[in-house]
């Protein structure tokens, strides 16, 4: 099976050639690797003691300086300590919900678009329920009844946002479905598990590793808005940053050091994740690209 | 010895609100190796009837025999029954998953039945098939087969499972002209050397000339001749059969039936095919004194035989053993 | 002409050099399987190919070239002049427009019609293709197939073209259908005067509508004449394979006995050297792997190479084929070709089945040496530039080919 290997090292590279095509897709790529770098070394290279407004060593508000680059916020923390400890709660937050909801949504697609008939439909009036919600709203809710921890922002986010997925995932197994090499499976003898896993995951894995990407991206301006709106994970976060900027004035005080770090790093990382997640819509989806 | 026996058999659907009658009282037996072209034009219901034969579709009444068993539902059973009735289809490009290699698509058939020695079977089904060395062809994605190589892939898919009866739908119409004498020589060849009996869906009536025993003419959910080859296609008694042969391209006088195939929801009365039928046009069957018949009375479902028979007032007026 | 993909991974030979023309009211058949360059070469006669293919050579359409129009010339020849019957004609309709509106399209783009005409006009058309005037309202999923492909026709008569080209018109059809739509195309270009070329893979097909024939094989024509002649006796090895590939009904030879060739086709970018078919060839000599052999009289009368060079190729019977060639011909070692011929390649004894005739091709042509490829037919050579023979739809003047030396 060497040779299968060596096919698979060629499609990887023609997929990075492909992917290196889309130039905003490699911008997204080097600015979230600057990220993730950051949030992998910071426990390395920083104290979190820091973080704790009990043991904060530096003056209240103080604007950016040479020991605080970035100023310090109302109890004297510094704020690129902050900035750093707080992308490690986003970016957790943010993949994680974003794979919840993609095991949800692609769950409930391959198996509504599989199963014809009674299943499918209850299925897709949950979706179109989950849909029409305003996921927000319930995601707050969902949050204040579980009470406050990182897994329950992911738990709100992730089961508020699978329903788009699901809807996606089900129109490409719907079409997945048509092809005659599953009907030839199913002359074969395959049963539903055979078809599913072999034929049509196979099929959508792409579309749903684009579509996660992107999921990403809104799963983390939900968690900040989550944190803005009171509902946070008991740690700094961005989100959480930004609410106590608001809540201590920061912008009529004219503290820009505290309500611009947090507020850029999520633009940047949404951005960056949403160009991603465009280039490999671009290389993977089929209809995308055209003839293929 | 029968394998493989349609009795009765009417399959139906719901088509735009009406009962659209797809199979309408079919009687078919394929024997142990014997090669049976089923003919006519799309829509007539021949491949209805052949998902029917394969189990993929529920018929309305009437049975699907297999070795003298009726054949049943169930999960476990259709399972069962997939290793002895392989398909093989008629868009080979589309019957491979792109993704999958030619080992993975024909070791696919003994991996859901758990069968051992995966790689034996693969390389023996793939050499049948003639595609040799199989190894050679182990790693090969389909894109980079040609038509009359993804065919035979398939092909092979299907005799991983040793089957003794193959349903091949329209297997070259998708295939290139030079292509397709191979694969009919290969089913011809897998008869010859496995005893394999084959069910071949087509509307080329040269396939059948080519390759079959017998032949079935299918029209409008009903089988309207039916016979050994020689006599059907060399002398055709049922004017839908003449119709048929009279348009091949090489034909001196063609019989081109006006319209297009009519509709399964809105199936006529009397015998099914008189509103096009040219024997009745050309005032034939009034000589014959059969006309009114021809309009009013119904035919009865041609019994399975492997005598030729053929579902015609006018043609039994003049040769009442049919 | 000549056509050239350019991809990723070098240039694609898919036609290599090709001179075909048809007359007003004539039918010409274009054979070969998938691959072998007969839609590219349809395709490129009106420019219709993707930009990566490099088109070399002369398209002549009434005398003008079309590879030299500007592109509103162009468009304005495409409809008007010359037109398209597509394969598969339910993809190639738009299923949210109604027929009738379909058709009139190109009348009302080009200006050659109002509003009030063009319906009338559509309502002719239908009608000379065999459907009810009203169907002009139906729209795609409401016809059967046959009568899209009616459909398909009648926009492609829509601007009363001089020439139609039909890729597969019938492949997805039932023989009836198929038989009906025969009949239809038949008769228009007896009635009209219109020329077409037709494009099959099934050569009993085209030998009942087409007039004249051309089998094309990687991307060169290996057999042409006229239809009958070439399907009932084709010369060139591949042209048998392909003739024999639809049995006659009732015919015993073929009765348990499908025919077929052996081998793929080849892959235009690693095509074989010498006569390109040579690998899958059953009559193949050694000396076909190193020499190509030109288009050469193949209907038994004497083989005159001066006629065969001055043109007179298109109304005759000829294949590319070392079967053909006059006896002295056939075992003389290919001197040009590339590479080393080995010496003394055996001359008698070759397998000559079924080429008795050969023979007959005429004691003259011993006077000339290196014939096979040195007649200077424009297309002698693989290289695009060297090819340059019109394709003169309906040109009065068409029929003595004008091959430029």
Redesign the interface.
């Known amino acids: 099976m060497n040779e299968t290997a060596a096919r698979r090292r060629g499609a990887l590279a023609r997929f990075w050639r492909d992917y290196r095509a889309q130039r905003t897709g490699l911008y997204g790529a080097a600015i979230l690797a600057v990220f993730v770098l950051l949030a992998l070394v910071t426990p390395l290279v920083t104290d979190p003691s820091g973080l704790d407004v009990t043991k904060a060593t530096g003056p209240k508000m103080a604007p950016p300086s040479a020991e605080f680059p970035l100023g310090t916020d109302e109890s004297g923390r510094s704020i690129l300590l902050m900035i750093l400890w707080g992308s490690r709660v986003s970016l957790l937050i943010g993949f994680l919900a974003a794979l919840l909801s993609m095991v949800i949504g692609t769950v409930t697609g391959i198996t509504a678009g599989h199963f014809r008939g009674w299943s499918s439909a209850v299925l897709m009036r949950i979706t179109d329920w989950f849909l029409v919600l305003p996921s927000l709203v319930l995601a707050l809710v969902l949050a204040a009844i579980l009470g406050g921890g990182t897994s329950t922002i992911i738990l709100a986010i992730g089961v508020t946002s699978w329903a788009a997925t699901a809807r996606l995932i089900r129109a490409q197994t719907l079409a997945v479905e048509a092809r005659p090499y599953v009907e030839r499976s199913r002359v074969l003898g395959a049963g539903h598990w055979h078809v599913m896993t072999r034929h049509v995951l196979p099929n959508v894995a792409p579309l749903v590793l684009a579509n996660t990407t992107l999921t990403v991206a809104s799963a983390i301006v939900t968690e900040s808005t989550l944190a803005f709106l009171g509902a946070d994970a008991g740690q700094a976060s961005w989100g959480s940053m930004l609410r106590g900027s608001y809540d201590w004035g920061a912008v009529t005080s004219g503290a820009w050091w505290y309500v611009l770090p947090p507020g850029l790093c999520i633009v940047a990382v949404v951005l960056a994740f949403t160009f991603c997640g465009r280039a490999l819509e671009a290389v993977l989806n089929p209809r995308l690209r055209g003839v293929a | 010895m029968t394998l493989l026996e349609a009795r009765d058999l009417h399959v139906q659907f719901a088509s735009r609100g009406r009962r659209a009658r797809a199979v309408d009282g079919v009687n078919l037996t394929v024997g142990e190796g014997e090669i049976v072209a089923l003919v006519g034009?799309?829509g007539c219901g021949k491949t209805t009837l052949a998902r029917t034969l394969l189990g993929l579709e529920r018929p309305a009444s009437g049975t699907v025999l297999y070795g003298g068993a009726p054949l049943a539902y169930s999960t476990r059973a259709l399972k069962a029954y997939r290793r002895e009735v392989q398909l093989v289809p008629q868009d080979p490009t589309g019957s491979l998953n792109p993704r999958h290699t030619v080992y993975e698509a024909v070791a696919e058939g003994p991996r859901i039945h758990g069968l051992r020695d995966e790689r034996e079977r693969v390389a023996s089904a793939l050499s049948r098939a003639g595609l040799r060395p199989p190894e050679r062809f182990f790693p090969v994605y389909p894109h980079e087969l040609?038509?009359?190589?993804r065919q035979r892939v398939v092909i092979a898919g299907a005799l991983a499972l040793d089957p003794r009866v193959l349903v091949a739908d329209e297997p070259v119409a998708s295939l290139?002209?030079?292509?397709?004498?191979?694969?009919?020589?290969l089913l011809?060849r897998l008869r010859a050397e496995l005893g394999l009996s084959a069910l071949v869906v087509t509307?080329?009536?040269?396939l059948a000339?080519?390759?079959a025993d017998r032949v079935a003419v299918m029209y409008l959910g009903r089988i309207v001749e039916s016979g050994p080859?020689?006599q059907v296609?060399?002398a055709p008694s049922h004017p839908y059969t003449q119709?048929?042969?009279s348009?091949?391209?090489?034909s001196p006088a063609?019989i081109?039936?006006g319209g297009?195939?009519p509709d399964p929801t809105r199936i006529p009365g009397g015998c099914r095919f008189h509103p096009r039928c040219h024997v009745l046009a050309s005032g034939k069957a009034a000589e014959a004194g059969v006309d009114g018949l021809c309009r009013s009375q119904p035919l009865e479902i041609l019994p399975s035989s492997t005598e030729l028979r053929a579902a015609c007032h006018y043609a039994r007026a003049r040769q009442p053993q049919l | 002409m000549a056509v050239t993909y350019r991809s990723a991974a070098g240039d694609v030979p898919a036609v290599r050099g090709v001179s075909l023309e048809v007359a007003e009211g004539e039918a010409l058949g274009l054979a070969g399987?998938?691959g072998s360059g007969k839609s590219t070469l349809a395709m490129a006669l009106l420019r219709l190919l993707p930009k990566s293919a490099r088109v070399t050579g002369e398209i002549l359409l009434d005398g003008e070239d079309v590879l030299r129009m500007n592109w509103g010339r162009l468009r304005a020849v495409r409809w008007a002049s010359a037109s398209v019957v597509f394969q598969g004609a339910q993809h190639a309709l738009n299923p949210v427009r109604r027929v009738g509106e379909q058709i009139a399209e190109p009348l009302l783009v080009h200006g050659m019609a109002t509003q009030a005409e063009a319906r009338t006009r559509v309502a002719g058309l239908l009608e000379q293709v065999g459907l009810p005037a009203w169907r002009a309202r139906s729209y795609p999923h409401e016809l059967?197939?046959?009568?899209r492909q009616r459909v398909m026709i009648a926009m492609a008569l829509a601007c009363s073209p001089r020439l139609i080209i039909a890729d597969e018109p019938t492949t997805a059809l039932?023989?009836?259908?198929?038989?009906?739509v025969l009949?239809l195309v038949r008769s228009l270009i007896a009635d009209r005067g219109i020329g077409l070329i037709m494009i099959s893979?099934?050569?009993?097909?085209l030998?009942?509508t087409c007039d004249r024939l051309a089998v094309m094989y990687a991307g060169r024509v290996v057999e042409a004449g006229p239809a009958r002649e070439v399907f009932t006796g084709a010369r060139h090895p591949?042209g048998r394979?392909?003739a024999?590939?639809?049995?006659?009904?009732?015919?015993p030879s073929?009765?348990?006995?499908?025919?077929?060739?052996?081998g793929?086709?080849p892959d235009p970018m690693r095509l074989p050297g010498g006569c390109s078919f040579h690998p899958r060839c059953p009559a193949a000599l050694p000396s076909c792997a190193w020499r190509q052999v030109e288009l050469w009289p193949a209907d038994g009368v004497a083989g005159d190479p001066a006629g065969h060079a001055a043109g007179s190729t298109q109304a005759r019977h000829t294949a590319a084929c070392v079967h053909v060639l006059p006896e002295p011909e056939r075992s003389e070692p290919e001197r040009t070709g590339p590479g080393t011929p080995e010496p003394g390649m055996p001359e008698a004894g070759m397998p000559e089945a079924g080429m008795p005739e050969a023979e007959e091709a005429g004691p003259e042509a011993a006077g000339g040496q290196e014939v096979p490829n040195a007649p200077s037919a424009a297309n002698a050579s693989g290289a695009p530039d060297a090819a340059d023979i019109p394709d003169d739809p309906g040109a009065p003047d068409a029929r003595p080919a004008k091959e430029s030396a």
């Open positions: 034009e799309s040609s038509g009359g190589q290139d002209a030079s292509v397709r004498g191979e694969i009919l020589s011809l509307h080329d009536l040269g000339w080519n390759i080859v020689e296609l060399s119709a048929l042969l348009v091949l391209p090489d063609p081109v039936l297009e195939p | 399987e998938s059967s197939g046959g009568q039932d023989v009836m259908i198929q038989a009906q009949t893979h099934d050569l009993s097909v030998a009942a591949y394979a392909l024999e590939a639809f049995p006659t009904v009732g015919d073929s009765r348990m006995a499908p025919r077929g060739l052996g793929d086709p």
